[in-house]
């Protein structure tokens, strides 16, 4: 447990520093894709592609979210 908490609160830098203050992450390892959205509904209608595999999710000019494919590959080398 102990391994857990400091995972997480070693996270805290990199999630304040977020565009936004409100945020929801959710993971679906089995496909590897971390989903980031700044709204709770993100209803985007527009997506950019990233060459890294990264997809911007947009409503009109705004950025309500982020899918990252193959999330496993951002870990963090110890």
């Not at 908490?5 to 409100?22: C, M, N, S, W, Y």
């Not at 390892?29 to 527009?46: G, M, N, P």
Request: no cysteine; net charge negative; aromatic share 8%.
């Amino acid at each position: 447990m102990a391994e857990e908490v400091k995972k997480i609160v070693d996270a805290i830098p990199v999630l304040l520093e977020f565009p936004t203050g409100r945020f929801h992450v959710d993971y679906d390892r089995e496909a590897d894709v971390l989903y980031i959205s700044f709204e709770r509904l993100q209803k985007a209608t527009d997506t950019e592609v990233t060459d890294e595999g990264i997809l911007l999710r947009f409503r009109d000019d705004k950025l309500v979210g982020i899918t990252i494919l193959n999330a496993s590959r951002f870990k963090v080398k110890v």
